[in-house]
């Protein structure tokens, strides 16, 4: 009884028991391994196509000719024979055909062949790509044998970093995988504790307040940077997910992930104050983490956005999170480079936990 | 049993809510390793006097000290001394009754075998369980031994038995004395006489926030009966119970 009682040892049997805890719920493994895993695996088969330009060869067209020869071993377009006239238009009308052509031997003898394109309101960008594709084909197919008077075009293209999709989706999607674990699971299970009054009955113990808030905390990051650890892993291994200083860029991800982690938790640490209900829990926490999931660069670069909109996204402490995430993995930033990204976090973190200190509630 | 020496003392309890007063000056003493009953209709304050010697709540002004222990001051070396079963309490979530142990120990600071806390309670074979899937008097043995993990002076026991069938009340009433048998003083509460009658050392009646009467149950029963009480039906020699248990056994169920 004399023995002096140990904080340390109760925080870090709370942590266990929640750890344990964690792993069983389906709702934690779903949303921070699962759905991310998903969105990894749709981008990681879709990405590496790059463009491909549709072009219908109307009916009427001879195909025996170098200018169909060309476009048929062409990497950008896809040519579409064999279609009637019906299904072309109709493809035209939508957008589902980027362009249609026909080629007719020369009657009167030169130039050879008459090459005509037309293309569609509906697709005006590939459209564009198909018109320079076609001049710089026909400037090829034009001056086979002759020399050029006043220029000729030299082109090479440099060796670079190959930036697949893989690299500007894995951030994101674990961004997203820490945002819901922060704010989903420690609003449920926080409001769950205390609803069952467990909470209650661990007062009744000599527990102090601090060591449930940080046993509950470390067992939720040790979840989360082994969920991380996962994606990025399975990310390097099956797609190619860039990691320039290899471990040492995994581990400033998992710092980084802890940050956002800890801010993210704030979030739920307000929801779970502020519910009425176990059923107001998940739409609080979707108005939080809905628009960060769209509007803070894990699917679409935010330069994408309207400009009106952009503003509101650089607000967003996912952003921040998410546009660090990239600079490390890809770029080979060290953390004292994404400073700036860290400091927004950090003011994110004081705000909420400032929030959360005013609505959070014991019982 | 030496039963003067007092281990809690409550004296002009009041505890003010917003608009009503749910306890108004109760005093009180438990006396060292004795069962003593809280009795008394529901909202009668029964819970909220348990939960604020409990140091679970804040009284509104009073003095309670528990085994020389202020409440004011020394809450945290009461709760090392005292084990506490809440009424409808829930657990950790996702986790078995191993494991519930293992995390009580952490928050008490002790080292215990957790197969053994549960076999004190005869849920050695529940080991695995988590605590969801248990039946109403397991759960309330189970509670019973997260109290005892601290090896505490007092336990204190709020409605135990609401809800029980005949075969688990009464084993939680074994349970109960052989936890006093042992040398803990037991703190409870219920609705039911016959239990306070069977169990309990002394009792004192609680309504609407004060005590009414405070004594053993036979000294309440002579009194009583001394005013020239008498039942309307002469009392037999057992009661439906009784036959209830002796037609369906006694042992420990699952049920």
């Known amino acids: 009884m004399s023995k002096p009682y140990n904080h340390t040892k109760a925080t870090l049997a709370l942590a266990k028991a929640s750890f344990r805890s964690i792993m069983r719920s389906p709702s934690a493994v779903v949303f921070t391994l699962a759905f991310p895993l998903i969105f990894i695996l749709v981008f990681g088969f879709l990405g590496g196509g790059g463009i491909k330009v549709d072009v219908a060869v109307s009916p009427g067209s001879d195909l025996e000719n170098p200018v169909i020869n060309a476009l048929e071993h062409h990497s950008v377009v896809h040519l579409l024979i064999d279609k009637d006239p019906q299904e072309i238009k109709r493809g035209l009308e939508k957008g589902t055909i980027d362009a249609v052509i026909t080629v007719q031997k020369n009657k009167a003898g030169i130039p050879a062949y008459l090459a005509n394109v037309q293309y569609t309101s509906a697709s005006i960008d590939k459209g564009s790509i198909f018109k320079s594709v076609m001049s710089s084909l026909l400037y090829t197919l034009n001056t086979q044998n002759t020399e050029p008077a006043i220029a000729k075009l030299q082109e090479s293209t440099i060796q670079g970093r190959i930036y697949r999709t893989i690299d500007f989706i894995l951030p994101g999607q674990l961004g997203f995988s820490l945002l819901s674990t922060g704010v989903f699971g420690t609003a449920f299970v926080f409001f769950g504790l205390r609803q069952n009054l467990v909470i209650k009955r661990f007062f009744a113990t000599p527990v102090r307040r601090s060591s449930i808030v940080f046993g509950e905390g470390l067992a939720r990051i040790g979840f989360a940077l082994l969920g991380a650890v996962f994606i990025i892993l399975v990310g390097h291994f099956f797609f190619h997910f860039t990691l320039i200083h290899g471990i040492v860029t995994v581990l400033n991800m998992l710092l980084l992930s802890v940050i956002g982690l800890i801010v993210f938790m704030g979030f739920g640490f307000v929801v779970s104050g502020i519910a009425k209900s176990e059923s107001t829990i998940p739409p609080i926490s979707n108005i939080i983490t809905l628009p960060q999931f769209l509007l803070s660069g894990t699917f679409f670069s935010i330069d994408a956005f309207p400009s009106w909109l952009q503003p509101i996204s650089r607000a967003l402490p996912l952003t921040y999170l998410n546009d660090a995430m990239r600079k490390v993995a890809f770029e080979g930033a060290g953390l004292w480079d994404v400073k700036q990204q860290i400091l927004i976090m950090v003011i994110w973190g004081i705000g909420i936990y400032a929030v959360a200190v005013k609505v959070f509630k014991w019982e | ?255």
């Open chain 2, 1 to 255: 049993m030496d039963k003067t020496n007092t281990i809690i003392s409550v004296k002009n309890l009041v505890k003010k809510y917003d608009d009503f007063t749910a306890v108004q000056g109760i005093s009180f003493d438990v006396y060292e390793n004795e069962i003593f009953g809280l009795l008394g209709p529901n909202g009668a304050g029964k819970t909220t006097t348990l939960e604020i010697i409990e140091t679970l709540r804040e009284k509104t002004s009073g003095e309670i000290t528990v085994d020389g222990f202020s409440v004011d001051k020394d809450s945290i070396k009461i709760k090392r001394i005292i084990g506490v079963q809440l009424q409808a309490a829930g657990y950790y979530p996702n986790l078995n009754l191993v494991e519930l142990m293992e995390l009580f120990s952490g928050l008490y600071g002790v080292d215990i075998k957790p197969m053994d806390m549960l076999e004190k309670v005869n849920l050695q074979d529940k080991a695995k369980v988590k605590y969801k899937a248990l039946s109403g008097g397991q759960k309330q043995r189970f509670s019973i031994a997260t109290t005892l993990i601290n090896s505490p002076k007092i336990i204190f026991l709020d409605e135990p038995t609401t809800g029980l069938d005949p075969q688990a009340r009464r084993n939680l009433w074994d349970l109960i004395i052989d936890i006093r048998n042992n040398g803990t003083t037991v703190v409870i509460t219920t609705h039911y006489m016959d239990e306070a009658e069977q169990l309990c050392d002394r009792v004192a009646f609680v309504e609407r926030g004060e005590i009414i009467a405070l004594d053993t149950p036979d000294n309440l029963i002579d009194k009583l009966v001394s005013t020239g009480f008498e039942r309307k039906k002469e009392v037999k020699k057992a009661n439906l119970e009784d036959v209830f248990i002796n037609l369906t056994g006694k042992e420990w169920r699952e049920g």
